[in-house]
């Protein structure tokens, strides 16, 4: 079983839609939780970052981690085509360095 | 701010030969930096933790003779690929932790394609 799960999609949704990215891990060492967004032959942007369990919320992207139920999701709202591409997790321990990603969620906003 | 550079963005070489990768950050010093590399449809494996002024640390299954790490100053790291083969053909991208940043977060280079005929 991999550490980091997530559904490689790919996921296409009408553009003005809300968007929902999910990510479960088993490791529960994780306490930081990021979402990277990547396009096509380019290195990962990173979107948010999170501690712990919470919500934490950035223009029309919203975390959320649930640490008791080691699940962490990405929303977007009101969804553009420039919002288009692979949408990774990345999580790491506390006090370490090693960052563990999921396999990327690959989305499409359609006009 | 917190812009990472790598150079060169692709390249291409011959089997048996070896290919240098560098990433700068730009705006900012980073006592480590990490080199990582993504196949196709696939995520981002760390490859390697590199630490100004000392020896890279390798992760498991990564051949520390073959991927040749060097980290001089607290801007700029580089990764030799030696002896390249086409299974070496990949995306390698860096990143580097802003010391200065109180979240650790790492910033992420526009990656290099290698492929190796």
């Known amino acids: 079983q991999k550490e980091v799960e997530q559904d490689p999609g790919p996921l296409s949704v009408p553009e003005g839609a809300i968007v929902s990215l999910n990510c479960t891990y088993s490791n529960s060492a994780f306490q930081y939780f990021m979402w990277y967004r990547q396009y096509s032959r380019k290195g990962p942007e990173l979107l948010m970052y999170?501690?712990?369990?919470g919500n934490k919320e950035d223009g029309r992207f919203t975390a959320q981690v649930d640490k008791s139920s080691k699940y962490i999701s990405l929303f977007i709202r009101d969804s553009q085509p420039s919002d288009s591409a692979t949408y990774l997790c990345a999580m790491r321990a506390g006090g370490g360095n090693k960052l563990t990603f999921g396999t990327g969620t690959q989305l499409k906003v359609e006009l | 701010g917190a812009v990472v550079s790598q150079h060169p963005s692709w390249v291409i070489c011959k089997s048996g030969t070896s290919v240098k990768i560098e990433c700068r950050s730009l705006d900012f010093q980073a006592t480590t930096m990490f080199w990582y590399r993504q196949f196709p449809k696939q995520s981002l494996m760390l490859m390697a933790t590199?630490?100004?002024?000392?020896?890279?640390?390798?992760e498991q299954g990564v051949e520390k003779d073959k991927f040749l790490i060097n980290h001089a100053s607290l801007t700029l790291s580089t990764l030799t690929v030696t002896s390249a083969h086409p299974e070496d053909s990949s995306f390698y991208i860096c990143?580097?932790?802003?010391?200065?940043?109180?979240?650790?977060?790492?910033?992420f280079g526009p990656g290099t394609r290698l492929t190796v005929l």
């Open positions: 990143s580097a932790r802003d010391r200065l940043s109180s979240y650790n977060e790492q910033f």
């Open positions: 590199s630490n100004e002024g000392s020896k890279a640390t390798y």
């Open positions: 999170t501690y712990s369990s």
